[in-house]
């Protein structure tokens, strides 16, 4: 089980990276007038979109076999789980946002977009303390 919990931690550690560097690019794409780095920018976001849910099914799998394996239960998994569908729930608003910025139909600042950007954090944060503390 300590592979299993390897791997898990790998794949979630490269997903944020993803879920970390996206909305910046979605920031400077709310900023960008030149149209030459526009397009740069949203080739990098749908190629790291990509790449992110490729990381995201390995560590949502290897978690999976986690949980089922440990039989791990109390109320702090259910908090846990809450966050990871959360965090699904973002992965997807990520893509959909990008997906605006590819169809000229953004309507958000570059404020916005900011404030936006640090909901993993406080995911990461809130998930790591109930891993770690388990405070129910």
């Known amino acids: 089980m300590?592979?299993?919990?390897?791997?898990?931690?790998?794949?979630?550690?490269?997903?944020?990276?993803?879920?970390?560097?996206?909305?910046?690019?979605?920031?400077?794409?709310?900023?960008?007038?030149?149209?030459?780095?526009?397009?740069?920018?949203?080739?990098?976001?749908?190629?790291?979109?990509?790449?992110?849910?490729?990381?995201?099914?390995?560590?949502?799998?290897?978690?999976?076999?986690?949980?089922?394996?440990?039989?791990?239960s109390g109320g702090w998994m259910h908090a846990k789980l809450v966050l990871v569908v959360l965090l699904i729930g973002y992965h997807h608003a990520c893509g959909s946002l990008l997906r605006k910025f590819e169809q000229n139909r953004n309507t958000r600042s570059h404020v916005w977009f900011r404030w936006f950007n640090e909901i993993p954090v406080l995911i990461l944060l809130a998930t790591v303390i109930l891993v770690v503390i388990k405070p129910f």
């Open 2 to 72: 300590l592979w299993v919990k390897t791997f898990h931690l790998v794949f979630v550690i490269s997903w944020f990276a993803g879920l970390f560097y996206l909305p910046r690019i979605l920031v400077n794409l709310a900023m960008e007038d030149n149209d030459t780095a526009r397009a740069r920018l949203l080739l990098m976001g749908r190629k790291l979109y990509r790449f992110m849910t490729l990381l995201a099914v390995p560590a949502l799998a290897f978690g999976l076999w986690l949980w089922l394996g440990y039989g791990i």
